[in-house]
T-cell receptor, first 117, second 115 residues
Framework: AQTVTQSQPEMSVQEAETVTLSCTYD???????LFWYKQPPSRQMILVIR??????QNATENRFSVNFQKAAKSFSLKISDSQLGDTAMYFC??????????????FGKGITLSVRP | DSGVTQTPKHLITATGQRVTLRCSPR?????VYWYQQSLDQGLQFLIQ???????AKGNILERFSAQQFPDLHSELNLSSLELGDSALYFC??????????????FGSGTRLTVV
């Protein structure tokens, strides 16, 4: 079974600075996908970024980028130029693709990020 | 608006009662997933349906059941409710596999409070 571990329960960062959120996972699969989701105080789950395991290039979406280390099974999220609106809980998630259409997302426990003005 | 519609947004009910949560997936998506989010348990996968058929089951209690209808909307039925069932229940949807794997689109959730 796949597991996703987010060992830091909370982090805080000053506005405009950079912060990195850690995530590790465990799997015996070679083909999989990794995601970071954001859950602001509104509780809506929002997809932040996606990484395909067979791609060596790290994914980037504007101020959000990942550091994907496949051998180490590590998938960290870097937020640059932090903004107050980045205050949220962030979840790391893992998916093994399945053509039988039962690809389940497994989530870590999440990390609460607070951006200080 | 994510395109995934969940109703109701809030529900308050008494122990022992039964409730039904409803979800309409994003247009074109065939899979519907149900997750439970409580304070100390994170996001727990309950069940998945694909085009009307159950495809995967997680930590879903026997008191809970779900189904997906021909129009692809889904309902999660929770019965004999207990205080510990109080949580945020999310529905999510995803497109069929031939379109690729881009994660799920989540609804805004139903906040269930059992008193």
């Amino acid at each position: 079974a796949q597991t996703v571990t987010q060992s830091q329960p909370e982090m805080s960062v000053q506005e405009a600075e950079t912060v990195t959120l850690s995530c590790t996972y465990d799997t015996s699969e070679n083909n999989y996908y990794l995601f970071w989701y954001k859950q602001p105080p509104s509780r809506q789950m929002i997809l932040v970024i996606r990484q395909e395991a067979y791609k060596q290039q790290n994914a980037t979406e504007n101020r959000f980028s990942v550091n994907f280390q496949k051998a180490a099974k590590s998938f960290s999220l870097k937020i640059s130029d932090s903004q107050l609106g980045d205050t949220a809980m962030y979840f790391c998630a893992f998916m093994t693709p399945n053509t039988g259409a039962n690809s389940k997302l497994t989530f870590g426990k999440g990390i609460t990020l607070s951006v200080r003005p | 608006d994510s395109g995934v519609t969940q109703t109701p947004k809030h529900l308050i009910t008494a122990t022992g009662q039964r409730v039904t949560l409803r979800c309409s997936p994003r247009s074109g998506d065939l899979s519907v997933y149900w997750y439970q989010q409580s304070l100390d348990q994170g996001l727990q996968f309950l069940i998945q349906y694909y085009n009307g058929e159950e495809r995967a089951k997680g930590n879903i209690l026997e008191r809970f059941s779900a189904q997906q209808f021909p129009d692809l909307h889904s309902e999660l039925n929770l019965s004999s409710l207990e205080l510990g069932d109080s949580a945020l229940y999310f529905c999510a949807s995803s497109p069929p596999p031939f379109r690729g794997y881009y994660g799920y689109t989540f609804g805004s959730g139903t906040r269930l409070t059992v008193v």
